[in-house]
């Protein structure tokens, strides 16, 4: 198979579109703007979206394909390079059953587990607390080594103390390799579960709710970002505290 000239030749030869980009405003260029996927040709075609959205524009879109007769699927994904590596992701999917059940023969091929949760939002809405937690380990776990190693700590001796005390967890054991050669090319990255947790922030704010951890994550990550760290792993989390001068350094 050779790659698509564009997004609108693509939706031309498939009966099934899948996307998966960055963030909700990616997704509404791909979908809705003029050099897009050719919305007036793919009547009766069925979008499934991998992306991890914002639950309202999830909404606003299935409306919006709704209208020109066009299927959408809510789905995104849990887990990164490695599960998706071994066949083990799992997939959170909201929309029409139907569609869901059309789908499929398509998603298993991605997905080990599926989970179908109902309407439109649903899907993103649980992805996002799936990554508050996600994002609040990672961050306990590099605060963990950031501090045993300025205790005067090997990096390597604090994770071990780690993997067979309180830290012992499905994250720790797919970051340990990269906390110990702090190699942080991204599998997931520190812009993203920023972005994943601010849309989560939204989402709790229009109903009134609040999130301590979720703030302090948010926070954590969006230092990240400020640091340079945007586009490395979000276990680069770890090097906060060589990125940063103490009042006693200055």
């Known amino acids: 198979l050779s790659p698509a000239d564009s997004p609108c030749a693509l939706a031309r030869s498939c009966d099934v579109i899948l996307i998966v980009l960055f963030d909700s405003a990616s997704v509404h260029q791909v979908l809705f703007?003029?050099?897009?996927?050719?919305?007036?040709?793919?009547?009766?075609?069925?979008?499934?979206?991998?992306?991890?959205?914002?639950?309202?524009?999830?909404?606003?879109?299935?409306?919006?394909?709704?209208?020109?007769?066009?299927?959408?699927?809510e789905a995104p994904v849990l887990g990164s390079v490695k599960p998706a590596l071994k066949g083990e992701l799992t997939m959170l999917?909201?929309?029409?059953?139907?569609?869901f059940e059309k789908s499929r023969e398509l998603t298993k091929l991605i997905a080990k587990k599926i989970i179908y949760v109902g309407d439109i939002g649903n899907a993103s809405k649980?992805?996002?607390?799936?990554?508050?937690?996600?994002?609040?380990?990672?961050?306990?776990?590099c605060e963990a080594v950031a501090l045993g190693e300025a205790l005067g700590f090997e990096r390597q001796t604090v994770l071990e103390v780690l993997q067979n005390g309180a830290g012992k967890s499905y994250i720790l054991d797919v970051k340990s390799d990269k906390l110990l050669s702090k190699d942080y090319s991204p599998h997931f990255s520190t812009?993203?579960?920023?972005?994943?947790?601010?849309?989560?922030?939204?989402?709790?704010?229009?109903?009134?709710?609040?999130?301590?951890?979720l703030?302090?994550?948010?926070?954590?990550?969006?230092?990240?970002?400020?640091?340079?760290?945007?586009?490395?792993?979000?276990?680069?989390?770890?090097?906060?505290?060589?990125?940063?001068k103490s009042p006693r350094d200055t």
């Not at 649980?126 to 776990?141: D, E, H, P, R, Y």
């Not at 989560?200 to 301590?212: D, P, R, T």
């Not at 990240?224 to 979000?234: P, Y």
């Open 215 to 244: 703030s302090s994550a948010k926070n954590a990550y969006r230092l990240g970002v400020s640091l340079g760290l945007a586009k490395e792993d979000f276990s680069s989390l770890a090097e906060i505290f060589h990125l940063i």
């Open 191 to 213: 812009e993203l579960i920023e972005k994943d947790l601010s849309y989560l922030e939204e989402v709790i704010g229009k109903e009134g709710l609040f999130s301590l951890s």
């Open 126 to 141: 649980l992805k996002l607390l799936n990554n508050l937690v996600l994002g609040s380990f990672m961050q306990a776990i």
């Open 93 to 99: 999917v909201s929309g029409s059953y139907e569609d």
């Open 33 to 73: 703007d003029k050099d897009g996927i050719c919305l007036p040709e793919s009547k009766g075609k069925l979008i499934i979206d991998i992306t991890t959205n914002h639950p309202e524009f999830a909404k606003l879109a299935h409306q919006k394909l709704k209208e020109l007769d066009i299927a959408y699927l």
